[in-house]
């Protein structure tokens, strides 16, 4: 069973014997655009114990709640450990493909889980007060879902609710938030790595009731964000036009990359997407083909065959700068 990620930009550089910086990384969903960063980390007090009073109340605000209702990680992987191991439960159900951490969590935590194929059984019974994992946007996907009527059937069903947003930001569509108000087994959880380009600085964070949050806290170490990952995401939320800028150039080279998807003579089928990747279905080659023929070239993909209910005729794509993906049209011209 492998659990392998995109992004191993540094193995990859390895095996081909080049740079790290000759690599065009399209594996990775991490955004290519970065915000204005205004600090001088050499000049960072790093001495005494770290506050994250600041950071909070600016995630917060990001989000429109209150710092109550709020539990910061070392990234949404931790998260996803922590949230297991408090979860009061025992049957997880997967709405699968989904983000690997949540199979490897259920897998390493010994639970026992369902994946539900949410391409062809998402209405699917699941089970009286076990926890359900949706994650809205999807991955390797991209797609939307309304999950009003998934709710309403979780919540019957006494369920806990864990609604993983970590790809939302790159979206205009409205946040699972509304039922915190409603329902305390509720969980959303929100990575700061993806939208704001920042995967080397852990900061994660689950928005919950302020009774469910401080159950939490009572559960986590007094310290676990470093003051580096603790300023740079408090000063990535200080560029106001970053938001802005970053949805709409996603939205014009995502269009760019489709069309090249479009045209490239193994392409199948081509996944709508609303987030910053895009995954297709080839045909006459399979991932790992395709990642050879892109070797010369050294741009990397993303083989989704690990993904369940996936093959390995699937990849994703990620939405790059202009240059890059003008770079891979030309490498896809000359297969």
């Not at 539990?71 to 949404?76: A, C, F, P, R, V």
């Not at 493909?97 to 391409?119: C, D, G, Q, T």
């Not at 009731?209 to 990535?236: G, H, M, R």
């Not at 991932?287 to 050879?292: D, L």
């Amino acid at each position: 069973m492998t659990f392998s990620h995109g992004g191993d930009i540094i193995n990859f550089a390895t095996n081909l014997g080049c740079d790290v910086d000759e690599i065009i990384d399209l594996s990775s969903n991490i955004n290519f655009l970065k915000p204005e960063i205004h600090c001088d980390f050499n000049t960072l007090n790093i001495s005494p114990y770290p506050n994250y009073d600041k950071l909070y109340n600016s995630i917060a605000n990001l989000y429109q709640i209150k710092s109550s209702q709020l539990e910061l990680y070392n990234g949404g992987s931790s998260a996803i450990f922590s949230l297991f191991k408090f979860f009061d439960i025992s049957y997880i159900n997967i709405y699968s493909p989904a983000y690997l951490e949540y199979k490897k969590a259920a897998v390493k935590l010994n639970y026992s889980y369902e994946l539900i194929n949410r391409f062809t059984d998402i209405y699917k019974e699941v089970i009286p007060n076990s926890l359900v994992v949706f994650v809205n946007p999807s991955t390797p996907e991209g797609s939307f879902y309304d999950i009003d009527k998934l709710i309403q059937i979780w919540i019957e069903k006494n369920c806990t609710i864990l609604i993983d947003e970590s790809f939302l930001d790159f979206t205009s569509y409205p946040s699972a938030l509304k039922y915190i108000k409603t329902y305390n087994k509720l969980y959303i959880l929100k990575s700061m790595t993806k939208f704001y380009s920042s995967a080397g600085i852990r900061v994660g964070a689950v928005l919950s009731s302020e009774q469910n949050i401080k159950k939490l806290q009572n559960c986590e170490p007094v310290w676990k964000i470093s003051q580096f990952d603790s300023t740079y995401i408090q000063e990535a939320l200080k560029d106001d036009n970053f938001v802005k800028v970053s949805k709409a150039v996603t939205v014009t080279n995502k269009e760019y990359l489709v069309a090249i998807l479009k045209d490239f003579k193994y392409t199948q089928d081509i996944f709508s997407s609303c987030t910053n990747f895009v995954m297709i279905q080839l045909k006459n080659i399979n991932a790992k083909q395709f990642q050879e023929l892109l070797k010369p070239y050294k741009i990397m993909i993303r083989d989704c065959s690990n993904f369940d209910f996936l093959d390995e005729s699937f990849v994703r794509i990620a939405v790059k700068s202009h240059k890059d993906l003008e770079y891979f049209e030309k490498a896809l011209q000359k297969l």
